[in-house]
Nanobody, 123 residues
Framework: QLVESGGGLVQAGGSLRLSCANS????????RGWFRQAPGKEREFVAA????????HYADSVKGRFTISKDNAKDTMYLQMNSLSPEDTAVYYC??????????????????WGPGTKVTVSS
């Protein structure tokens, strides 16, 4: 039901905007988040946002460069990524958490996942 879009190839210092749309039935969630997984590495937290509020938090590695946002009416979440570096190269996944959790910064706190969109940053 969750589908990411907006990935692609960009040069270092560039920007991309990812989208995550819910294409299925109404998905009641407490929070939604972005994770990423680079080749040979574990999936890591990027950012999360409360679905019925405005609270958001970020991984230290992206703080100040990435911005998470949402449009509840469109049931869509976004990730604006600026000042990209090769270290940001990964498959980016969006996720929805349907249970009340603490920080929503771990994989285990989410219930639904998109298939991912690939982001490649060239040096």
């Amino acid at each position: 039901q969750l589908v990411e879009s907006g990935g692609g190839l960009v040069q270092a210092g560039g920007s991309l905007r990812l989208s995550c749309a819910n294409s299925g039935e109404n998905l009641r969630t407490y929070a939604r988040g972005w994770f990423r997984q680079a080749p040979g590495k574990e999936r890591e937290f990027v950012a999360a946002i409360a679905w019925l509020g405005t609270t958001a938090h970020y991984a230290d590695s992206v703080k100040g460069r990435f911005t998470i946002s949402k449009d509840n009416a469109k049931d869509t979440m976004y990730l604006q990524m600026n000042s990209l570096s090769p270290e940001d190269t990964a498959v980016y996944y969006c996720a929805a958490g349907r249970r009340s959790q603490d920080m929503y910064n771990t994989v285990e706190e989410y219930d639904d996942w998109g298939p991912g969109t690939k982001v490649t940053v060239s040096s």
